[in-house]
């Protein structure tokens, strides 16, 4: 008995189980990123040391398919599956290998297969029903969402409730499509797509009071798209990738979807997999600056990853000048100004670098250097609307009004949708007392956007000052519709409701000002005023 439980215990390590003869071959890893080939040389050897378990193969097949060794990873899911055929997760991993291969009846097969070994399985469900819409398979595709939307604690709710109104939508079903979506629009008051659904559906049935409000909503939602559902699976491959291409892919839609600071985590991982990429350098510079303008140490990081980005690639300055453009969306400091002037000037004598090296000059408030960058942009791009609108802005600030709204003018002229231009025209005629034309240069600005709360806000102050307080209000309130954190608006709405003699809608507005910005002495000075 002793020595048959001897044999027994020593028998996996004298007789080790036999590797199928389908295992997939160890590629050549000689020339990959050391911490790749430590964790396929691991699994490989984990999966070897046990060819009759299903999760070893499993995760073996996990490694190679997060970094696009993708005839590897369908070898190792095929045993994993045939090991463990009642195991759903690995076809779904083949189901989803195959969407990435494009093979989307082989996808189907697998989704299909998944969802019968695991019912409540909701990222294979809404493949499925995604996959059946796009077919325009619409029953097949509400019978997915619905099961969806049914398993409880889903965090995909919101998907597969949109998809459902988007089949209603297909359907000409109104009625259903605000029933599904209207309570989105509550929870995710965000998200455009829902909103733009319900302005079809309230148009459809003649409610065009609702249509308008969910036309107005689209307009103030900041997220264009509904973002994809949350995928265990998805998320297992990216914690296992060296891969830059998938760790680029997968951090443009954490931007997208409005989680930067994920973004910037996984394309940081993506530059230690591949340093040579500058692309990769470009998404972490702009990410940068697009989610913390106001940060001077996130400016900082995108100077620099913008440097490396053309220390790469020095011969394409397109990413500096698209990231010259965006940087002075919002004020930076003067270091950081001189930092990106510096990164600029070796590319001086490009003809294409007059506009940004203007840009740069203005910033500093070099006014003379600014002039003569614009000008010699002029003389590359003579038909450019931007051009003629940043010279308007130079001679704007030197008080030179009658220039600038020749600028300003030629700018609308050649680009009559250039609502910065146009507003700038419009401010412009009203400093230099031309009131009735500011007002319909800004009027015309609303008329291509009637939700620009900066537009609402001078034709506010414009009316308040010519004594056209009822317009004022109006145009004070519209704006902070879209804009309710502006202290100068609500100090303009306290100043014409004081005139109007409405005291209690004055002091709630100068008080909502000096919350806004508590060193505020106009507005501290009409409240005593009006609390007197």
Request: charge should be neutral; proline fraction near 7%.
């Amino acid at each position: 008995m002793a020595l048959a439980t001897i044999t027994w215990l020593l028998a996996p390590i004298l007789l080790p189980e036999r590797v199928p003869d389908d295992f997939p071959k160890l590629p050549d890893l000689r020339t990959v990123n050391p911490g790749l080939r430590a964790l396929l040389q691991g699994a490989d050897q984990e999966a070897r040391r046990r060819p009759g378990s299903a999760e070893a193969v499993g995760k073996l097949g996990m490694a190679y398919h997060a970094n696009v060794f993708l005839e590897q990873a369908a070898g190792a899911y095929g045993i994993a599956a045939r090991l463990a055929p009642n195991d759903y997760q690995w076809v779904y991993c083949q189901a989803f290998l195959q969407e990435e291969n494009g093979n989307e009846p082989e996808q189907v097969k697998l989704l299909q297969q998944t969802v019968r070994l695991k019912p409540d399985h909701v990222p294979a469900l809404l493949k499925l029903a995604d996959g059946a819409f796009k077919r325009d398979r619409l029953d097949e595709a509400a019978h997915y969402y619905e099961l969806a939307s049914k398993v409880p604690d889903s965090r995909s709710f919101l998907q597969a409730a949109f998809g459902l109104g988007r089949v209603a939508a297909r359907r000409r079903e109104w009625n259903q499509v605000i029933e599904h979506v209207a309570p989105l629009t509550r929870t995710y008051p965000y998200l455009q797509p829902p909103y733009e659904l319900l302005q079809e559906a309230y148009e459809a049935l003649g409610q065009a009071d609702k249509a308008a409000e969910a036309r107005q909503n689209i307009t103030l939602s900041r997220s264009k798209v509904v973002p994809p559902p949350q995928d265990p699976l998805n998320d297992q491959l990216i914690s296992l990738s060296y891969n830059s291409t998938r760790l680029l892919k997968q951090a443009g839609l954490l931007s997208r979807f409005g989680y930067p600071d994920q973004a910037i985590q996984v394309a940081h991982r993506a530059a230690e997999a591949n340093p040579k990429d500058p692309d990769i350098r470009d998404f972490i510079a702009h990410t940068l600056l697009a989610s913390y303008p106001n940060k001077p140490e996130a400016v900082d990081e995108a100077l620099t990853q913008m440097s490396e980005c053309l220390w790469l690639r020095p011969n394409d300055p397109v990413p500096l000048w698209r990231f010259t453009n965006d940087f002075f969306d919002t004020p930076k400091t003067a270091a950081a100004v001189d930092r990106l002037r510096a990164v600029v000037r070796p590319y001086a004598d490009r003809p294409d670098a007059h506009f940004y090296l203007g840009l740069i000059a203005n910033a500093q408030g070099d006014t003379a250097e600014a002039l003569s960058q614009f000008q010699a942009a002029l003389k590359n791009d003579p038909t450019n609307s931007g051009i003629y609108d940043k010279l308007g802005v130079v001679l704007d600030r030197t008080s030179n009004l009658d220039g600038a709204i020749a600028y300003f003018q030629k700018a609308v002229q050649l680009a009559p949708t250039n609502t910065v231009a146009r507003f700038n025209l419009g401010v412009a005629l009203l400093q230099r007392g031309k009131d009735s034309q500011g007002l319909t240069e800004l009027g015309e600005v609303l008329r291509l956007k009637p939700h620009d709360a900066a537009t609402h806000f001078c034709m506010g102050f414009a009316f308040l000052y010519s004594k056209r307080i009822e317009e004022a209000v109006s145009n004070f309130n519209e704006g902070l519709r879209y804009k309710p954190d502006d202290a100068e608006a609500h100090f303009g709405l306290g100043s014409a409701l004081s005139i109007e003699r409405n005291r209690e809608g004055a002091v709630a507005a100068l008080r909502e000002a000096i919350r806004l910005r508590p060193n505020y002495p106009e507005a501290q000075a009409l409240l005593q005023q009006l609390e007197r």
